[in-house]
């Protein structure tokens, strides 16, 4: 199985400033997807942004960007003038794609978000 | 469009008991994954459904068990229950063909005695 690694269980940030949490991933395969997925307290998971492996181009979303580094399998999320709305759990995942095993997603352990106004 | 539903919200059963969670996709969506969560062992995969057939299975017990109904509709159930099977039970759907767009549910909490 495939396995994603979280090192940073909890981290914080002063609102408006920016902060980057960090997955690594292990895999053979050179087709893939990440993701990162933020669950607020008490609130439905969603989705934050995907990166398609293939694809060199770091995905944006607004005040959300990733560092996508495929050689040393490191897909760290940026989050830039943070808000309070951004405290959260933060999962990074990882699919190989319907193709090969479905949805079948691996999550790292989650890393605490706080935001300190 | 109405969300991912999952129904109970909370649940306390006794160990040897078995119990049955249901999860409503959003309209649409043909594909709904299960996922377990617990505080020491993260968000884990336990099944995917697609049309009605269950596509993958994550690495877990025959206790755990689950189907699709023709509305795509999933249920997932657990028989004998242990406390070790206490967590929050996720539900995910997606159309299936751009499946990475996953949609999750707000969960069922599940507290085993």
């Known amino acids: 199985a495939q396995t994603v690694t979280q090192s940073q269980p909890e981290m914080s940030v002063q609102e408006a400033e920016t902060v980057t949490l960090s997955c690594t991933y292990d895999?053979?395969?050179?087709?893939?997807?990440l993701f990162w997925y933020k669950q607020p307290p008490s609130r439905q998971m969603i989705l934050v942004i995907r990166q398609e492996a293939y694809k060199q181009q770091n995905a944006t979303e607004n005040r959300f960007s990733v560092n996508f580094q495929k050689a040393a399998k490191s897909f760290s999320l940026k989050i830039s003038d943070s808000q309070l709305g951004d405290a959260a759990m933060y999962f990074c995942a990882y699919n190989e794609g319907p193709e090969n095993t479905g949805n079948q997603f691996y999550f790292g352990t989650g890393t605490s978000l706080t935001v300190i106004p | 469009k109405a969300g991912v539903t999952q129904t109970p919200r909370y649940l306390i059963k006794t160990r040897g008991q078995q119990v049955t969670l249901s999860c409503s996709p959003i309209?649409?969506?043909?594909?709904v994954s299960w996922y377990q969560q617990t505080p020491g062992q993260g968000l884990q995969f336990l099944f995917e459904?697609?049309?009605?057939?269950?596509?993958n299975k994550g690495n877990f017990p025959g206790r755990f068990s689950g189907r699709q109904f023709s509305n795509s509709r999933s249920e997932m159930n657990v028989s004998t229950l242990e406390l070790g099977d206490s967590a929050l039970y996720l539900c995910?759907?997606?159309?299936?063909?751009?499946?990475?767009?996953?949609?999750f549910g707000p969960g069922t909490r599940l507290t085993v005695t």
């Open positions: 895999t053979s395969e050179s087709d893939y997807y």
């Open positions: 309209s649409g969506h043909r594909s």
């Open positions: 995910a759907s997606s159309r299936g063909r751009d499946f990475y767009e996953q949609y």
């Open positions: 459904y697609f049309s009605e057939t269950q596509r």
